[in-house]
């Protein structure tokens, strides 16, 4: 067993040792020994928004940044420079960091196709993880990143962060504490208009010379090089990834198991298809995707053809329940008092009967924070306490799992009957073939 880095260098209570250390006037490690040392695996777009969120924290150095595109490792090995002030190692393969001792825990930023390798390396090599959403391509990987933290007993956090912002906390406590009533009915959405160019369909060209292509790719099939298939915009191709489903739709579904207390729904069905976008993408750009939940139902709408906001919204969460609904996206959230009805035809059949009144207050209440330096410091805190994260790996799998089943309902066309125990579909062999998938040569997932 690979021992535990952070409890080698006794972490707990380290700067009390320290601070007696100096006190007796005997040297001290320095100061960077307090902290922990980290390394970026994946310096793109989220990779660079992590580091603002963790570089500011004076417990936090970034000794490594890994990357296949080596302007994106050296510009971000630059840009820490600045703030920290010491040089930083820059590589293309991330196992290199993962044999370093200088090496706490990774943060995980690539591509989805690429969160389970270096997450479960990462944890077999002692280190612990924070690792980026969705958890993984497909069900298998996070089943075994699960089983890899677990068995190397190692933290894995995920970048779910809404979990850790007061105005998710505060509105899911709502929808659990039984004032909206039964909730029975919610809706999660994405809308917007990118018709028809949308992501446009460039062709296939050689690989910039400063990118390490084929490692970029490694367990996703081998093909020509497409601008279109990589930095970014990788999201929009089921190579790699699982479209706006499990780009965005993973934040809103989270919250929905979370506020559900669910681990999966009974069933779910997807109709949609590429109806407005003339690009290359091979993700749906419209979806309606319906999931059964014991006493409750619930839709995920996407499109992409036009940005008509609901209920003042492009995106969100609406809870619907006896008493009232609760509306909720990032920028905070409104409790909508209810109010109950005769049924038609009721008065003039069999006569007036008094309506219950709701007494339930409407409120309206401003996101005070992103939870994102939260969720930074629980991970934080998890590396010393040793508990289990705000956004453990197995509580983003379910959320996640949420995402592919929907996109497995899209690919096979028809309702599909989920056994949240075993996480395989009802009597539906297709469906179960595309729980996993055969990763490249060389790229095949770890025994664990
Ligand atoms: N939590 C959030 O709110 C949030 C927001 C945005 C993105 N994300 C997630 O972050 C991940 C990255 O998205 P992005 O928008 O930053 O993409 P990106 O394309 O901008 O960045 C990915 C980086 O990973 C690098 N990379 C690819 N394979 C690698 C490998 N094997 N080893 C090292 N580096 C490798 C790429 O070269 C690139 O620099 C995605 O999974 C995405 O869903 C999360």
Known sequence: MISDPLSRRGFVGGSA?????AAMGVPSASAANDKVRLALIGAGSRGNQLLGSFL????VDFVAVVDVDDKHATETAEAIKRAKGHDVKTARDYRSVLDDPNVDAVVIATPDHWHALPAIHAVMAGKDVYVEKPVAHNVAEGQAMIRAARKYNKVMAVGTQQRSSTNFQQAVETVR???LGKVFWVQTWNFENISPVGIG????T???????YDRWLGPAPARPFNPNRFHLLFRWFFDYAGGMMSDWGVHLNDIVLWALDAKGPLSVYTSGGIFTSDDNRDTPDTMQVV??????????SMRKGNGLKYNG???GILFCGTEGSLMLDRSGHEIIPDKVILPYGIKLAQGDRPL???DLKAEQVKAKDDGIPAHVANFLDCLKSRERPTCDIEIAHRSTNTCHLGNIAYRVGRRLHWDETTETFKNDSEANALLAREARKGYELPKI
């Not at 500011?56 to 417990?59: K, Q, S, V």
């Open 17 to 21: 040792a320290l601070a007696a250390l």
């Open 201 to 204: 369909r460039p062709a296939d």
């Open 56 to 59: 500011p924290r004076a417990d």
């Open 291 to 300: 999931y059964e939940f014991p006493g409750c139902t619930l839709t995920y």
């Open 177 to 179: 504490s039984g004032k």
């Open 313 to 315: 919204h492009d995106y």
């Open 206 to 212: 050689n690989p910039p010379a400063h990118v390490d």
């Open 356 to 358: 219950r009144s709701i």
